[in-house]
């Protein structure tokens, strides 16, 4: 597999980095999409660390020759761009942060209480099961596990999700433990947050209201640090906004006008 994918026409200006951790290829309808007038790349993340995935990210950038991007980061793919753009800031020349995940541990709890909350009795059973899979050090396969746990959350995370596949190529528990491990520790101990004040870059949020992390935890923390901030909440949106059928269009219209700028 090429890594990074090439959509559209040179010069790859734009590059869509994808969330998990552990689940490549998953923006790639985004890719398509705006490769329609530009060229894009979706770089996949296969390092087992959050350092090595930085790393890796600008390795991959650095191969194609084009800098500064504008950096497209979905759900911990925004978390890594941010962290990304803070520590390179000459590569970056807009970073836009699409359903990011919370930069303050502050808001953790309401993320889980939104996603049992819609989820039925079964269903949350059924959790409970797979985390308890997923923590026993003998389950010698942890990525189907981790799959079907994926599909539950995406369920919680949708206000009226259209019919659509799921683009990830492949659901990697190991990646997904390791680099989220090394985030959290970041997180908890408030230096990711200030990582903002690193970025010399606009940076844009674009967040759903119905997505389980609360759109409060996203824009309240980053106008506190960053010189250079804007928000766009889009309506009877969840998680993934370019599979909801009342906000996708609202989505790649605000999407497309970020990218112009």
């Known amino acids: 597999m090429d890594n990074p994918r090439r959509y559209g026409d040179p010069p790859y200006g734009v590059v869509v980095v994808h969330g998990g951790p552990g689940a490549p290829g998953e923006m790639a309808p985004v890719a398509r999409k705006l490769a329609l007038s530009r060229g894009v790349l979706e770089p996949l993340q296969t390092r087992a660390s959050l350092a090595g995935q930085v790393e ?31 520590q390179n800031p000459a ?5 836009i ?16 209480r939104n996603r049992l909350s819609r989820l039925s009795a079964g269903e949350r059973a059924r959790m409970d099961e797979l985390l308890e899979v997923l923590g026993d050090p003998s389950t010698a396969d942890k990525d189907t596990p ?19 596949q799921n683009d990830a190529t492949a659901f990697q528990h190991d990646i997904f433990e390791a680099v989220w491990r090394d985030a959290e520790e970041l997180r908890a101990g408030g230096r990711l947050l200030e990582m903002g004040r690193d970025i010399a870059c606009p940076v844009v949020a674009i967040h759903g209201d119905f997505d389980p992390h609360p759109w409060e935890g996203i824009k309240k923390p980053l106008e506190e640090v960053l010189h250079d901030f804007r928000f766009v909440l889009l309506e009877k949106c969840g998680h993934h906004p370019w599979y909801e059928k009342h906000a996708r269009e609202d989505f790649f219209k605000a999407l497309e006008e970020e990218v112009g700028r």
């Open 56 to 86: 890796e990210l600008g390795n991959l950038l650095e191969d194609t020759g084009e800098q500064p991007f504008v950096l497209i980061g979905y759900s911990w793919g925004a978390i890594l761009s941010f962290i990304f753009a803070a």
């Open 91 to 95: 590569w970056v020349s807009k970073l």
């Open 97 to 112: 942060l699409v359903s990011s995940g919370v930069f303050s541990n502050a808001y953790v709890e309401t993320i889980k």
């Open 146 to 164: 981790f799959a079907e746990l994926g599909d539950l959350i995406a369920r919680a995370d949708a206000y009226d999700p259209l019919p659509h």
